[in-house]
């Protein structure tokens, strides 16, 4: 299982994502641009020594990424067409979150092998892109018995 994210903004987000997928055994990519310089001070101080610990694959673009992605790709969107608790998961999938400013472009939403949606409270736009991967990772280990430990 791995989690993907597609030219993130914030390192602050990345650094949490990345100590939720070492602490969990899941896998990362991160999807370039980013909105924030790559550097071992940047990583140290966004997700402390755990960034460290996570796999982290880095890919130019999306083509590079599209072009390597083995499994199936699971999207995070607030316009899925499956709740999170009705999707079913595999272990082999990739669960790709968007940028935190303006999610996944439209080629990228119709790629999905899967997009799914947290059910929220009527009325809210969206979760914290570290939250959402966190509950989504969370529960595709639930159904695959991927934990690590």
């Not at 999938?93 to 935190?100: A, K, M, N, P, Q």
């Amino acid at each position: 299982m791995r989690l993907a994210l597609f030219e993130p903004d914030i390192a602050g987000n990345v650094g949490t994502i990345l100590r939720t997928a070492a602490c969990l055994g899941a896998g990362v990519d991160l999807i370039e641009p980013m909105g924030f310089p790559w550097s071992d001070r940047a990583l140290a101080r966004a997700g402390m020594d755990y960034a460290r610990r996570a796999d982290i694959a880095r890919h130019v673009d999306w083509a590079a990424f599209e072009a390597q992605a083995t499994g199936r790709i699971v999207l995070a969107t607030t316009t899925g067409a499956t709740r999170l608790d009705q999707a079913r998961f595999d272990a082999g999938d990739v669960l790709l979150f968007g940028s935190e400013g303006g999610g996944v472009p439209d080629a990228v939403h119709d790629r999905a092998d899967l997009r799914v949606a947290i059910p929220m409270v009527a009325g809210m736009r969206s979760l914290n892109v570290a939250v959402s991967a966190g509950i989504v990772l969370a529960e595709a280990l639930r159904q695959t018995r991927g934990w690590a430990f």
